[in-house]
């Protein structure tokens, strides 16, 4: 913080000998941002907290944290991310950056997301094309969450309150699939997708776990020009661009871009409410 900074309004600085460096998340209060930043040697997860108004780098078991934070619990006191070995990390003021490990033979893991209390970290462990959702606790660790017996690939994108709902994508050998996973069942659920959808996956949920905010992936062919004015304004979120048959690329072209569009979904209804288009 500098003394010319706006009152009540101060500044997250950079350290010194960074390069860029990103925040990643803030605590449910405002207190603490937790992100990483680059260096000669690597990204390095720093917290930020209001109290000194300075970004202190965070250490692992080795003394250093060359990795990066993503997430932040409610009050500030833990944050998750991934070291820069390839493993989760869970940090907290007594332990420092603990290296969660990864599930059975895997060799690398990443974490995504923490509980309000930070008592419960999940993620995805594995290379990405066999990748298991987990959830880790200090009372079970690293346990891999059941998934439909189609699963290639899954992994947790987000976790409610208590620790007790998770939700993320699932991966089969045609389909990619939004899922809720409950302590009370076990097991996970998927919440389907859009109408006219084949594919969906679930990014965020609710502090109860009843509703989780979604995304279903359609195909839409667009028009080059169209789609090249989009990219240009950078008001896109579309995949990079295929082809469709052998229509030649130019200013008629008809170019198919997968498009992915936000629902809301009640886990108490089984309402699926589409979010619509901005503007």
Known sequence: VNAADPEDYPYVRRLSETGSFMVSDISANGS???????????????????ASGRLFYVND????????????????????????SGQAF????????????????????IATDVSNDGTVVVGGSGAIETQK???????????????PSDTVSSVAHAVNADGSVIVGEYQTAISTNAFRWTAT??????????????????????????VIAAESRFVVYTPFDELE????????????PT???????????MIAVDEWRGFRWNATTGVMQPLGAIG
């Not at 082809?243 to 072209?253: A, E, L, S, T, V």
């Open 32 to 50: 603490i941002a937790v992100g990483y930043s680059s260096t000669s040697s690597g990204p390095r997860s720093f917290r930020w907290d209001t």
């Open 61 to 84: 078991m080795t003394g250093t944290s060359r990795g990066r934070a993503e997430k932040v619990n409610a009050d500030g006191s833990v944050f998750v991310g991934t070291l820069s």
């Open 90 to 109: 869970r940090w907290s003021a007594s332990t420092e950056a603990w290296n969660l490990g990864a599930l059975g033979e895997d060799r690398q893991s």
């Open 133 to 147: 959702a987990f959830r880790w606790s200090a009372a079970t660790g690293m346990t891999a969450l059941a998934m």
């Open 185 to 210: 069942a076990g097991i996970s659920y998927d919440i389907g997708t859009l109408p006219g959808s084949s594919d969906a996956r679930g990014v965020a949920v609710s502090a109860d776990g009843s």
């Open 229 to 240: 004015d989009r990219i240009s304004d950078g008001n896109t979120s579309s995949s990079f």
């Open 243 to 253: 082809f469709q048959n052998d229509i030649p690329f130019g200013g008629d072209g």
